[in-house]
């Protein structure tokens, strides 16, 4: 199972966790894998290539750790909640495969 791990200030999203592989497929052939990579890989360009702020990221095989190196604004909040959105409608369609938690207990 997929873990996404979004990590608030309190207020707004300074950050993401993408932890695991869901198993529902081979790889290379695992839809709900590829959807959530695009949804956070795209997350990670939009915050550090178009919108040019300063993220910390680390990406190892079925992990992708992304965050702010400051503080986050209108803009970043779109980026992170339009990933939230896409997200939770995976979830919604396939609970067994990726589950989303919000500031998670370490």
Avoid: W
């Avoid at 939009?46 to 702010?68: D, E, I, P």
């Avoid at 609970?95 to 919000?102: E, G, W």
């Amino acid at each position: 199972m997929i873990r996404a791990e979004i990590h608030t200030n309190g207020e707004k999203i300074i950050g993401f966790a993408i932890l695991g592989h869901s198993g529902t497929a081979p790889r290379g052939q695992d839809i709900y894998c590829a959807g959530v990579s695009s949804l956070s890989q795209s997350a990670y360009l939009a915050l550090a290539k178009h919108l040019k702020r300063q993220v910390k990221f680390v990406q190892a095989s079925g992990n992708l750790t992304v965050k702010l190196d400051g503080e986050p604004d209108e803009l970043t909040e779109a980026v992170f909640q339009t990933m939230l959105l896409g997200l939770i409608e995976i979830e919604k369609l396939r609970s067994d495969a990726l589950k989303v938690l919000i500031d998670p207990e370490e």
